[in-house]
């Protein structure tokens, strides 16, 4: 190899670390809201393209990866204060990249706002469920995410409206110990070897309008819960004027 190959094969064996750490820092940047982490399975927002603008690598309008074409339809991958992360049609290929707020149409601030708003509470909620708690605010489908099944469910329609309430027992797990004779020694030692399941209350929660609004438990644990948890109500989506 001639020293000028070797040159070039050493500058892009350098730049690429870079490279890669820049994507990687870019998807984790606290500033950065991804919309997988939070939009309903299934669901997309939609951003429309009136004239070609240019698209960039980095939030920072860094390193243009092209220019999009106009009149397009975009998928919004991304936002933060200032840009939205886009997938859309460049005029050399599909391409993934940033470009201005302003640069596209289809979400007032209002929209955007709404959607780190949804995002926070996403955030919120899936502690909530990973800590097998519930909250004033989330939905059944969250609580029963939680909590599991419920052991009964009620429903009730009247002039306000349609009414529901989720009820299960709770259960705390009591170690069963035993003895087991080491197979080398002859030792008997003394260890867990399964756990009992005790009936120690129950839970209930009614929801009105689709979110929580009262938490009743009656419970033998002398555990604390703690103080009892809020989260935003849940923001309508797709969002309608």
């Known amino acids: 190899m001639n020293k000028i190959g070797f040159l070039a094969l050493a500058l892009l064996w350098l730049s690429l670390p870079a490279l890669v750490w820049g994507e990687s820092r870019l998807l984790r940047d606290e500033e950065v809201i991804l919309l997988e982490e939070f939009l309903p399975e299934g669901e997309s927002v939609k951003l429309t393209l009136d004239e070609p603008a240019p698209i960039f690598y980095t939030r920072k309008a860094q390193r243009r990866l092209g220019t999009l074409e106009a009149p397009q339809e975009v998928e919004l991958l991304a936002f933060d204060q200032f840009g939205f992360r886009i997938r859309g049609q460049a005029t050399h290929g599909q391409v993934a990249g940033w470009i201005g707020q302003k640069t596209a149409s289809g979400l007032s601030a209002e929209d955007v706002q709404n959607l780190a708003k949804l995002a926070e509470r996403r955030k919120l909620v899936r502690e909530l469920i990973a800590n097998q708690e519930v909250a004033l605010g989330m939905t059944p489908a969250e609580c029963m995410e939680a909590l599991g099944s419920p052991t009964r469910r009620a429903s009730t329609l009247d002039a306000q409206g349609r009414s529901e309430r989720l009820e299960w027992i709770t259960y705390e797990k009591i170690p069963v110990y035993g003895y087991v004779t080491d197979p080398y020694t002859g030792a008997a030692y003394r260890q867990v070897i399964g756990y009992d399941k005790v009936e120690t209350g129950f839970l209930s929660v009614a929801f009105e ?33």
Request: no cysteine; glycine share 6%; net charge negative.
């Open 209 to 241: 309008n689709g979110a929580a609004a009262e938490i009743q438990e009656e419970s033998e644990d002398t555990k604390d819960r703690g103080q009892l948890k809020i989260v935003p109500l849940p923001v309508e989506f797709p969002f309608r004027p």
